[in-house]
């Protein structure tokens, strides 16, 4: 639970984490990709992993907030749901929300700055922290967690990045298979295409090349790895589908703008 007056003002933030918020009083503003929005009382919002977005507050403001981390980074809820931004909350769920920071007081922020919590160290210390309590505890968070997640599943639609079964199909498969060799004689194969068509009706449905599309979704996975682990850099080079660490060292500068070591290190507060 968090208290704020004025001083929720947070620009360009950007992380591998979904965020949960539950607004108990006042008001607020998300600025997201699609929109500018308001954040008011009994209302669920929800804003997916890697979403860049900026926080406005002018006067009084108080939430509830969960940051969600999945661990299986080649699965996420968010790449087969389209979710809603806000949603009613439930009565119950100021009560959901109460109990999980009773049940997890360890995980309570220090501060509200993103900086200070959205980073390796903190999220290192957490998951320790969080192998060593009750199971039980551990079952009824996510449960909770699941419960409010089901307010925005209600209303959600399943995702189809294009309305081309052939295409989706293969973006599924990239999905799912980021640490293999994903090669577009394959990729073609799979969608029973020639090549070249396949790459130009693949660019023409996502707006990207099969290339670019990969590349950028093994870099979203190695950021999340990166903050959420302490696996060395040439076995999670690896992990996201790169055998040559260095190239992958390049390739991940290139997309982030920063080599794997930095950007785990500018996470460590």
């Given at each position: 639970m968090a208290?704020?007056?004025?001083?929720?003002?947070?620009e360009h933030v950007y992380s591998?984490?979904?965020r949960l918020y539950y607004v108990t009083e006042g008001e607020a503003q998300v600025v997201l990709p699609s929109g500018t929005y308001r954040l008011t009382p009994g209302k669920l919002y929800l804003i997916p992993p890697f979403t860049t977005h900026s926080n406005i507050c002018t006067g009084p403001f108080a939430h509830y907030y969960v940051h969600i981390y999945e661990p299986d980074v080649n699965s996420s809820l968010f790449d087969e749901w389209d979710f809603p931004f806000e949603v009613d909350a439930d009565k119950a769920d100021p009560l959901l929300m109460q109990r999980l920071c009773d049940i997890n007081p360890f995980l309570k922020l220090p501060q509200s700055n993103p900086d200070v919590y959205d980073n390796h160290q903190m999220l290192m210390n957490n998951l320790r922290q969080n192998m060593n309590r009750p199971y039980s505890d551990k079952?009824?968070?996510?449960?909770?967690?699941?419960v409010l997640l089901s307010r925005f599943i209600k209303h959600a639609t399943r995702k189809h990045d294009t309305a081309d079964s052939r295409i989706q199909?293969?973006?599924t498969h990239i999905?799912?298979?980021?640490s293999e060799e994903l090669s577009l004689d394959e990729l073609a194969s799979m969608?029973?295409?020639?090549?070249?068509?396949?790459?130009r009706m693949f660019r023409q449905a996502t707006g990207q090349t099969p290339t670019a599309y990969i590349i950028s979704r093994r870099m979203e996975k190695a950021e999340l790895l990166l903050v959420t682990t302490n696996m060395p850099i040439k076995q999670l080079a690896v992990e996201v589908g790169y055998r040559d660490s260095s190239y992958f060292n390049r390739l991940f500068h290139k997309y982030?703008?920063?080599?794997p070591v930095l950007y785990r290190k500018e996470r460590v507060m």
């Open positions: 208290s704020h007056d004025g001083d929720w003002n947070w591998p984490f979904a079952v009824e968070s996510r449960g909770i967690l699941f199909k293969t973006v999905r799912h298979h980021l969608a029973c295409m020639s090549k070249d068509h396949f790459i982030v703008g920063l080599s």
